[in-house]
Antibody
Framework: EVQLVESGGGLVQPGGSLRLTCAAS????????LSWVRQAPGKGLEWVSI???????HYADSVKGRFTISRDNFKNTLYLQMNSLRPEDTAVYHC?????????????WGQGTLVTVAS | DIQMTQSPSTLSASVGDRVTITCRAS??????LAWYQHKPGKAPKLLIY???TLESGVPSRFSGSGSGTEFTLTISSLQPDDFATYHC????????FGQGTKVEIK
């Protein structure tokens, strides 16, 4: 059974950094496409970043240059390094697995971890 | 960027009702659309992909239709477990979501 458990969220000041962790089980992150998706309070879901099985990455324009997605194949874990955080980055961050079926879409999700950027 | 617009934003319904949620894309996305169910504090759950393909294990009262720019999610007979927020996602070009439709008890 695929399980994803996020951690690392918390309160951080504007301009600060945070690293989110997503512990995966039931599959291998090394050969998988994985994403981060966030939901700001009162808003819809927003795709943040993806790492494909070949290691290539993509980012939403809103986080490009500030966030870095990576994975540790030995720990079977996905990460999101978030730098230069802004109040508008406040959200619940979900990690998710992606399925390839002609195109790539999200299938399994974690419950999320809350990131609050405020002074 | 492809924008996704869901309607309504909130829907009040009773158990047993037929419920329809609409999702419109700002440009054609063929059938590259997924629907998710999300309950507070829980992981979102994939219901439908490729506009109309039911995910394994999802009850058959859920169905999806549409192509191009207009899509619908239908719940044929609303059950107590179905009160949640529903999101559409296009995956034709990168990934964008609608703003969500909250289905609440009437």
């Amino acid at each position: 059974e695929v399980q994803l458990v996020e951690s690392g969220g918390g309160l951080v000041q504007p301009g600060g950094s945070l690293r989110l962790t997503c512990a995966a089980s039931g599959f291998s992150v090394s050969s998988s496409s994985l994403s981060w998706v966030r939901q700001a309070p009162g808003k819809g879901l927003e795709w943040v970043s993806i790492i494909f099985g070949d290691g290539s990455t993509h980012y939403a324009d809103s986080v490009k240059g500030r966030f870095t997605i990576s994975r540790d194949n030995f720990k079977n874990t996905l990460y999101l390094q978030m730098n230069s955080l802004r109040p508008e980055d406040t959200a619940v961050y979900h990690c998710a697995t992606d399925r390839v079926d002609g195109r790539v879409f999200t299938d399994h999700w974690g419950q999320g971890t809350l990131v609050t950027v405020a002074s | 960027d492809i924008q996704m617009t869901q309607s309504p934003s909130t829907l009040s319904a009773s158990v047993g009702d037929r419920v329809t949620i609409t999702c419109r894309a700002s440009q054609s996305i063929s059938y590259w659309l997924a629907w998710y169910q999300h309950k507070p504090g829980k992981a979102p759950k994939l219901l439908i992909y490729k506009a109309s393909t039911l995910e394994s294990g999802v009850p058959s009262r859920f169905s999806g239709s549409g192509s191009g720019t207009e899509f619908t999610l239908t719940i044929s007979s609303l059950q107590p477990d179905d009160f949640a927020t529903y999101h559409c996602q296009q995956y034709s070009s990168y990934w964008t979501f609608g703003q969500g439709t909250k289905v609440e008890i009437k």
